[in-house]
């Protein structure tokens, strides 16, 4: 999956869109480079976008170059402020700043005057066909297409008409301005492609200026020119609309930017497309954009990813020239390795259990050291209540183990993480049989760090004192879909996930985790990695699971 990519490591090799920078800087042909990313400010960002941003902005940072931020806003209706907003907000989170925020939009006017120039070369016409008979008269990949009757109306006919479409004479859909190309080219794009249609719309930022609006391979180019972008970096299904790119410069006469297209970025058991995305938001799948099972950028943000691991992820997935799908796997993996390094170590019981040391005085409290990072020794420690009640997980506990069971079971011993070896010697159940609770007894010579007592345990686990903890709610995340490629689907919607979010309100923690900040990282000894949701309170944290502290992933790949 992901090792054909692998090799793009830094400082091993350059990638593709790498070499042809270095060439251009060699040769003369540029003395600095210039990229964009151009999102569509139609839904918020998704990793997809996240591996686009960290390749455009990432090349002009190691090149010296610039990398602008240009709004693709185009097509007024699907269009929003929020939207806006939320780009620019998790690119600077991603770490990154627009030498420019700009917009498509800008250049509406001078879009419009070029089209002009090129109808009076005689290079568009305005045609009145049905789209029908348009499609109609475009013919097939292996058979020409037909001269709609428009195509040889006069340049100053053209004009005329051109004006009216811009003036709103025209209903929306009446006529269309097209590039006249080649209608018997094998290239589909390059059969006299639309550069303008008519829709009355309000626009987020030109508002009803304009009753005609650019296609995308009208704008695109020539947007990319007017900023002096050196290397128009964009996704493959972009490779047959390259010729029509420099078609368009080329007829204008303008700076010679140039598209490279890679490979975008797939992700198992993920859907990515934003039209995919909105659905989900839309319908209610998910509760939002930045719902912590949304592969967004904000989503991610929520559930707890850092900016680090996600410009590591798209490091490690590197710029392939194939379409290729990545093990999702692997973006955990980025997190872990991150999170390892950082996060502070907590005690957690997500389902607790109540444990009594019979032999353990009532009312006694000793503060046992514990460490708050063994991967960081600055970290320090901290000091955790130990007393006669504890919780352990209910998981710990099995009342008939099969063998080679290390936890917690009847006549078993265990250690308590930091603490001391219990054994158990009663379980307590209620008259429907469930356990209540587990009675044990403590060996006060066993005490982590100073243990004599000369016992040998297999297990170990973590514990809170029961008179020392905070309620928190703790929400646990599996994966949105059931099946590997989701878009492939009949209705993706069918392959979700009934049981994606678990939600457990009796969690107990730490008190040290009562003033939780929205975004802040911990480790749950034993349990992952969790992050602060912003819908934590005074009263009462909330947790999301980032992720297992498993990693199956690199088990799997042979790390
Ligand atoms: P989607 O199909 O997911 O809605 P899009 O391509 O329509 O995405 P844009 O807003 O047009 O979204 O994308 C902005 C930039 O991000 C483009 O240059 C596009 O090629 C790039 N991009 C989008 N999706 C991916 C992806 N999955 N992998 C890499 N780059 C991507
Ligand atoms: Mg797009």
Redesign the pocket.
Same mark, same amino acid.
């Given at each position: 999956m992901h090792s054909e990519n692998a090799k793009n490591e830094p400082g091993e090799s350059r990638n593709f869109i790498e070499e042809i920078i270095e060439d251009d800087l060699r040769s003369g042909k540029h003395t600095s480079i210039q990229t964009r990313? /151009? /999102?569509?400010p139609n839904?918020y960002l998704?990793i997809?976008?996240a591996?686009?941003i960290c390749l455009n902005f990432g090349l002009a940072e190691k090149y010296g170059g610039k990398c602008n931020l240009r709004y693709?806003d185009t097509n007024p209706s699907a269009e929003e402020q929020e939207y806006v907003d939320s780009i620019l907000a998790d690119i600077r989170w991603l770490g990154f700043e627009p030498a420019n925020v700009l917009f498509t939009s800008d250049y509406f006017q001078q879009l419009y005057e070029w089209a002009v120039q090129l109808i009076r070369d005689g290079k568009a016409y305005v045609d009145f066909s049905t789209s029908e008979e348009i499609a109609k008269l475009k013919g097939t990949p292996t058979t020409p297409g037909t001269p709609s009757k428009f195509r040889d109306s006069t340049p100053e006919d053209n004009l005329a008409f051109f004006e009216k479409m811009k003036n709103g004479e025209y209903p929306d859909g009446h006529c269309v301005l097209r590039a006249k190309i080649d209608l018997a080219s094998p290239n589909m794009h390059l059969r006299d492609p639309y550069l303008y249609r008519i829709k009355r719309a309000h626009h987020h930022r030109t508002g009803n200026d304009w009753a005609i609006y650019p296609m995308y391979d009208w704008a695109h180019g020539q947007s990319d020119s007017i900023e002096h972008i050196t290397h128009s970096i964009?996704?493959l299904e972009f490779v047959p609309h390259r010729a029509l790119y420099d078609w368009c410069i080329e007829q204008l006469g303008i700076f010679p930017s140039k598209q490279y297209e890679f490979a !975008?970025?797939?992700l198992n058991y993920t859907v990515?497309?934003? !039209?995919k995305l909105l659905q989900l938001v839309n319908e209610g799948y998910v509760n939002g954009w930045d719902d912590p099972r949304m592969p967004t950028i904000s989503g991610l943000r929520r559930r707890g990813y850092t900016p680090a691991s996600l410009r590591e992820f798209a490091k490690r997935v590197g710029v392939a020239k194939r379409e290729n799908i990545i093990d999702v796997g692997l973006l955990e993996f980025c997190v872990r390795e991150d999170l390892n390094k950082t996060a502070l170590r907590r005690f957690a019981v997500l389902d607790p259990l109540k444990v009594v040391i019979t032999n353990y005085p009532e009312g006694k409290i000793e503060w046992l050291e514990t460490e708050n990072n063994p991967e960081d020794q600055d970290a320090g420690n901290r000091e955790l209540a130990f007393s006669r009640e504890l919780y352990i997980e209910r998981d710990d506990f099995m009342e008939n183990p099969p063998p080679k069971y290390f936890r917690l079971s009847p006549g078993g011993m265990v250690r308590l993480k930091s603490a001391f070896i219990i054994e158990c010697t009663d379980v307590k159940k209620d008259a429907s049989g469930e356990i209540t609770a587990v009675h044990c007894r403590y060996v006060p010579e066993s005490r982590s760090g100073q243990d004599t007592s000369g016992l040998k345990v297999k297990g170990v686990i973590h514990w809170l004192s029961a008179a020392h903890t905070r309620r928190a709610e703790v929400r646990l995340y599996d994966r949105l879909f059931q099946v590997e490629d989701p878009a492939a689907e009949e209705d993706f919607k069918k392959a979700i996930n009934p049981d994606s979010l678990q939600i457990l309100a009796n969690a107990q923690v730490e008190p040290a985790l009562t003033g939780a900040v929205a975004g802040e990282h911990f480790q749950f000894t034993r349990l992952g990695y969790f992050c602060a949701d912003p819908d934590s309170t005074a009263e009462l944290p909330v947790f999301n699971r980032t992720v297992t502290l498993r990693d199956s992933w690199a088990k799997m790949a042979g790390k």
């Open positions: 990313f /151009p /999102p569509e839904g998704h997809g976008h591996k686009a693709d964009c996704t !975008r970025l797939n990515m497309s934003k !039209r």
